[in-house]
């Protein structure tokens, strides 16, 4: 069965730093582009970030650029996001999921975890 | 950068057909995903590829993408489909995913 599970979340003081998780399991890790996407609280969903198969290409929204980072380790079946110098605007419930072939579809997603940016 | 247009809402009895509009520049040149997300839960992908449904998705849901509008339509709306339904495409223009603001589908 295809799982991807998030962690890392948590409170956080504007200006600080969260590293996310996403441990990947049920399919072959290394053969997927792999995205993060955020939602803040009763808003829409937001394309944050992707990473392809061997770190060769990541892209990012222009909102989190230069304060974000993408990584994977294919050998632990996982991916990361180093959120660095966080605002109140980065406060969302972030994804991992899964792209099918390519950059898009995304067809697996976690549940999610939450960060919240609040002094 | 590339904008997807979506209504807030829309509202059908069950049994009725729901049509679920994604408006941009020349979106028929794109390829436009859908996904539903039911309250507290994570998105679902229910359309690829303009009209294409993945496996254990019902034959109810259906896509088209053609000049400044894509649609996902629903037929024979249940209780069960209403959600928030978003569209997406993917930028080349700016290497980035957009995702479209998001239509809350009510099933009266």
């Known amino acids: 069965e295809v799982q991807v599970v998030e962690s890392g979340g948590g409170l956080v003081q504007p200006g600080g730093s969260l590293r996310l998780s996403c441990a990947a399991s049920?399919?072959?890790?290394?053969?997927?582009?792999m995205t993060w996407v955020r939602q803040a609280p009763g808003k829409g969903l937001e394309w944050v970030a992707n990473?392809?198969?061997?770190?060769?290409?990541?892209y990012y929204v222009d909102s989190v650029k230069g304060r974000f980072t993408i990584s994977r380790d294919n050998a632990k079946n996982s991916l990361y996001l180093q959120m660095n110098s966080l605002r109140a605007e980065d406060t969302a419930m972030y994804y991992c999921?899964?792209?099918?072939?390519?950059?898009?579809?995304?067809?697996?997603w976690g549940q999610g975890t939450l960060v919240t940016v609040s002094s | 950068s590339y904008v997807l247009t979506q209504p807030p809402s829309v509202s059908v009895a069950p049994g009725q057909t729901a049509r679920i509009t994604c408006g941009a520049n020349?979106?028929?040149?794109?390829?436009v995903y859908w996904y539903q997300q039911k309250a507290g839960q994570a998105p679902v992908l229910v359309v690829y590829?303009?009209?294409d449904r993945p496996s254990g998705i019902p034959e109810r849901f259906s896509g088209s993408n053609s000049g400044n509008t894509a649609t996902l339509t629903i037929s024979r709306v249940e209780a069960g489909d209403e959600a928030d339904y978003y569209c997406?495409?993917?930028?080349?223009?700016?290497?980035?995913?957009?995702f479209g603001g998001g239509t809350k589908l009510t099933v009266l």
């Open positions: 990473i392809n198969q061997d770190e060769s290409e990541k």
């Open positions: 999921a899964r792209g099918v072939r390519g950059v898009l579809p995304l067809d697996y």
């Open positions: 997406q495409v993917w930028d080349s223009s700016s290497d980035q995913g957009i």
């Open positions: 049920g399919f072959t890790f290394r053969g997927h582009w």
């Open positions: 020349n979106i028929g040149g794109k390829t």
């Open positions: 590829d303009d009209s």
